[in-house]
């Protein structure tokens, strides 16, 4: 009975302090991944992407000296429009591909992995109404989603932070991340196979399924970015994690010395 006392107490002191460490996982966990963003609103100009073989199509980022089809080859091509942060403010994309193209590749499935040419750049700038300034260099990394509205993800590298305290805080990593989501894609012609106008309209798979002639355009209609976590904040939440591992550990032992004797 005194051994069915003891066991009934210990369980309670687990389960109490089990939970208490929960909670503290999670105020950890949600610190690490709530971050604040820059809401991107419709851009002025549209994304182009035109399948140049069964695996890869060409990108266009913006309006500018042949940013679109027929080239896809320009410089100071422009993607940019309203942005929020705490305040309405404005964002830009200026991109120069310094004679190359920007393609994606398809490996499988619906992520189309972004090819930079050599020597491009491509550049970020957001300043809100009230002074919030970032800056930096991008990266694009993917086309995602093979749908009528596929996203663009993609990395910044930040060089440049000015504002007020919350500003510099939430952007206060040397990179950010990124999600720009493109409204309904529109193609012209409309994707053809051999019997007609392909089941599903305009989507990027079905630029791979036509003779290669369409370009499908968008603008961006909304995404969002936000600072990488610190690795500092990733391992405190890994620290938490093998913190509560060890103390149900020792809980156990605990137990059985006592259910023994």
Known sequence: ???????????????ASLAVTLLLLAVSAASTSAQTQISFQNSTQSVSLQATSGTSMNIGLGTGSLCASPGFVGSNCTLSGGAVFDDLGSYSF?????GGTFTATNSGGTVFGINT???????????????????GSVNWVDVANG????HFDGILNITSVTGDAAFKSAFSTSTATFDLILSSL????APLNGTGTINGGCNLENLFNNNFSSVASAQVSSGQMAQTPEPASLLLFGSGLLACGAFIRRRRSTSVSVASA
């Open 186 to 189: 529109s193609c012209s012609p």
């Open 94 to 98: 200026t991109t120069n591909t310094n």
């Open 117 to 135: 040419p050599a020597g491009a750049t491509s550049l970020f700038n957001f300043t809100g109404a009230d002074g919030d300034n970032l800056m």
């Open 1 to 15: 009975m005194t051994r069915t006392i003891l066991d009934w107490m210990q369980t309670r002191r687990l389960s």
């Open 147 to 150: 749908s009528a509205n596929p």
